[in-house]
């Protein structure tokens, strides 16, 4: 069984920058495609970024390439989402997920293990 935990959501202006971290505290995640998604309220949960065992191969939504960059340690078992120039369209509750097998997709119920979940703001 894994066990992700998110953390360094928070408020931020328009323009500004988040550093999201998510540990397997639990579990080894070397081997699986890991990633993240997101959810805002009343909308379904959407594909944000994603990366392949040994960082081989990484897919970005088309709402964030350019500004998102998905990275991991698997030394660590940690994955980090660095997100620039947010907008206030980015707010929603950002999630991490692992997928034993080693391939990227980008609905959420080909995802295995899911975190609890990191709120992100961002104001206007």
């Known amino acids: 069984q894994v066990q992700l935990i998110e953390s360094g959501g928070g408020l931020v202006q328009a323009g500004g920058s988040l550093r999201l971290s998510c540990v397997a505290s639990?579990?080894?995640?070397?081997?699986?495609?890991v990633g993240w998604f997101r959810q805002a309220p009343g909308q379904e949960r959407d594909f944000v970024a994603a990366?392949?065992?040994?960082?081989?191969?990484?897919r970005y939504a088309d709402s964030v390439k350019g500004r998102f960059t998905i990275s991991r340690d698997n030394a660590k078992n940690t994955i980090i989402l660095e997100m620039n120039s947010l907008r206030p369209e980015d707010t929603a509750v950002y999630f991490c997920?692992?997928?034993?097998?080693?391939?990227?997709?980008?609905?959420?119920?080909?995802?295995?293990?899911w975190g609890q979940g990191t709120q992100v703001t961002v104001s206007s």
């Open positions: 639990e579990g080894e995640i070397s081997s699986f495609a």
């Open positions: 997920a692992a997928r034993r097998l080693n391939g990227i997709k980008t609905t959420p119920n080909d995802w295995d293990y």
């Open positions: 990366i392949t065992w040994y960082s081989t191969m990484l």
